[in-house]
């Protein structure tokens, strides 16, 4: 019976995910979102956050390239500045089973990381491997149910339209050398569209789903008791995926990250 069970789980989850990136109009964009510190615990040390994110996703016919840049300066109470620099670039196949990654993080002015590779899925909501170039030559296995950044955002878009509220699913991004984590996400009841002139047509003022992110130490990595997630994200989000704000939560401290310029990219004339 467990078995009958976990086939036919297996089955419902290939025929939604297959048919998410069908029902999803993502739009091709650049956003600029600037951060700043929310709130901070007292064993936080986090005295100020400035920083700001790029984001970037270009259709590219048969697939997505993301661009993301993250610029972050922490402040510390007890004196001194950290400035963090990450870029990512990732390619994702439309049919959700190929995934391309490359990330760089630099720390004060000094390359600290690079990691690079690539993954693929069997089939939609099948299991697959990650092949790691960078740092090393590193093979780990992606369980069923694994999707890739993008895909997971139509898949949490797709789901929000029909009224549901809540979503589990394993992410992998490339970001650490690890197996894919596992996500839960709430999402609200859709609100009225932002107010304000950064959005502008063709790219909204959409209605906005508000969306409570909780993600998990990765599979094999939580040590015994750790319930709790590693890190939290809130975001507003248009059904064409154009994020117009979040909320980072690091634990101990909180960032905000507020929409300040959005832009259109060209059509790919697919």
Known sequence: MKKAVAALAVILLTAQIASVAQAVELAAHRAFYRLTLA??????NMAGVEGAISFEIKDACDAWIVEQNYALRFKLANGGDID???KYVSWESKDGLEYRFNIVR???????ETIGGRAELEAPGGAGMAI??????DRIALSKGTVFPTEHTAVLLEKAAKG????RHLLFDGSKVEAATPVATFM????????GDIIKAPLGPDPIWPMQLAFFAAEGEAQPGEEMPDFEMTMHIQPNGVVTSMVLNFGDFTVNGVLEKLEELPASGC
């Open 39 to 44: 709130s901070s615990s007292n064993e936080s």
């Open 84 to 86: 963090s620099v990450d």
């Open 106 to 112: 630099a720390a004060n002015g000094k390359e600290t």
């Open 132 to 137: 790691f170039d960078e740092p090393s030559k």
């Open 164 to 167: 549901e509220r809540f979503d």
């Open 188 to 195: 609200l009841g859709q609100q009225q569209a932002v107010a």
